[in-house]
């Protein structure tokens, strides 16, 4: 059977991967409310459509933090992306590429940065960033990321810790021993391969990331690179004021695709608190949940400029490898135009709030 959709690729990838890897991208936190609502609450919004307004033509093309872009759909960062097959983030890559969205190299990948930006020289590439203990590091990571021509940091603040994930936790969830986390390298390396050895990537991202960093090293980070710093994982309007405050460009509203901490609300029910705080002052985004191109279009009329998706992508990796995640980007894409086509809206600045309603108003009727 042919597969149409996003669900149509997960059902294909849970009957193809190992279970060891398959837990790893599937679970969320604790017992997975969140992870079930990034993906419900946006069926709380309906689409207000308008008709008769010469819908021949649809353009997704949009800017984003200066990128000039064919569509607002990209690549989430997700950490060890070969293990779902051996095209891993490069293939992911020329797959956002293919579309002309945005890809967002995870530091836990198992290809080198460098070695992504060489095979993918005209995907708009974004770094996402952790803080280490050893400042040096993390300083490294980021000069070998401007150096590779990557175009904003973006610095991932909800995970001092990683997450309860109960099923990672049973398995006993290790990287397979052919793969590695290749973005360290030296000491750096051989200390993730021990760790590896023994008790697995939990342990050795428990002992490097530093929990003790506050938005002073924000300020810092802003000042140390020369690219535009984008914040992912804020969820409050509090938050969302300090990222402002600190001189960052971006948010990415995110729960980490429900994978931190259990019970917190879904991107999407956060997006208008925080565009409504900031949404002047920077360039809002959002992960979490997006599944198809209504999800997209209700995002961008709630103030998003850009969304971008995670395990849908590993999901089309673990089906056919490169080919199978441009098919996931391009049926998302393909969903999107058809939502434009069909609700009135010609060009993504078209696409504003008055076109949704959330389900509360209608209960009131
Ligand atoms: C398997 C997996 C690995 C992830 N690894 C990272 C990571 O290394 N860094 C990061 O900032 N976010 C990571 N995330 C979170 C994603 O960037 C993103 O927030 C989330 O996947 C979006 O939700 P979705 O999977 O529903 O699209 C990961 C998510 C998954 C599912």
């Not at 849970?14 to 991208?25: T, V």
Request: include cysteine; aromatic fraction near 8%; glycine fraction near 8%.
């Amino acid at each position: 059977m042919a597969l149409v959709c996003v669900e149509d690729y997960e059902k294909e990838a849970l009957r193809s991967i190992p279970k060891n890897a398959l837990d790893y991208y599937r679970s969320g936190a604790g017992n997975e409310f969140s992870l079930s609502l990034n993906v419900e609450a946006f069926k709380r919004w309906r689409i207000l459509p308008r008709f008769l307004r010469d819908v021949g033509g649809v353009n997704t093309a949009c800017n984003v933090l200066g990128c000039r872009l064919s569509t607002p759909i990209g690549v989430a960062p997700t950490a060890m992306q070969r293990m779902a097959h051996d095209d891993g983030e490069i293939g992911n890559a020329l797959s956002a590429g293919k579309i002309g969205g945005i890809f967002i190299l995870s530091t836990l990948s198992t290809t080198p940065l460098e070695e992504v930006a060489a095979a993918a020289p005209n995907t708009i590439k974004w770094f996402q960033l952790y803080i280490y203990k050893d400042r040096s590091l993390t300083e490294s990571m980021v000069r070998r990321a401007e150096k590779a021509g990557y175009k904003a940091i973006v610095l991932t603040i909800d995970a001092p810790y990683f997450g309860a994930r109960r099923a990672d936790a049973r398995n006993k969830f290790k990287l397979p021993p052919h793969l590695g986390l290749l973005n360290f390298q030296g000491d750096q390396a051989n200390s993730v391969k021990s760790m590896e050895g023994s008790s697995g990537i939990n342990e050795y991202v428990t002992r490097q990331f530093d929990p003790a960093i506050t938005w002073t090293d924000v300020s810092w980070l802003v000042k140390f690179t020369k690219l535009p710093v984008v914040v992912k994982g804020v969820l409050t309007r509090e938050d969302a004021l300090l990222a402002r405050n600190c001189g960052c460009k971006g948010i990415i509203v995110s729960n980490h695709g429900a994978r931190q901490l259990d019970s917190v609300p879904a991107s999407i029910e956060v997006l208008p608190t925080i565009v409504d705080a900031v949404g002047n002052d920077m360039t809002i985004m959002l992960d979490g949940g997006v599944r198809q191109g209504t999800d997209v279009f209700k995002a961008l009329a709630l103030g998003a400029k850009a969304v971008f998706m995670g395990r849908p992508l590993v999901w089309g990796l673990a089906v056919n490898g490169q080919k199978g995640a441009e098919h996931v980007l391009e049926l998302v894409q393909r969903d999107l135009e058809l939502t434009m086509k069909l609700s009135g809206c010609v060009n993504i600045s078209d696409i504003t709030q008055e076109y949704v309603a959330h389900e509360s108003q209608f209960s009131k009727l």
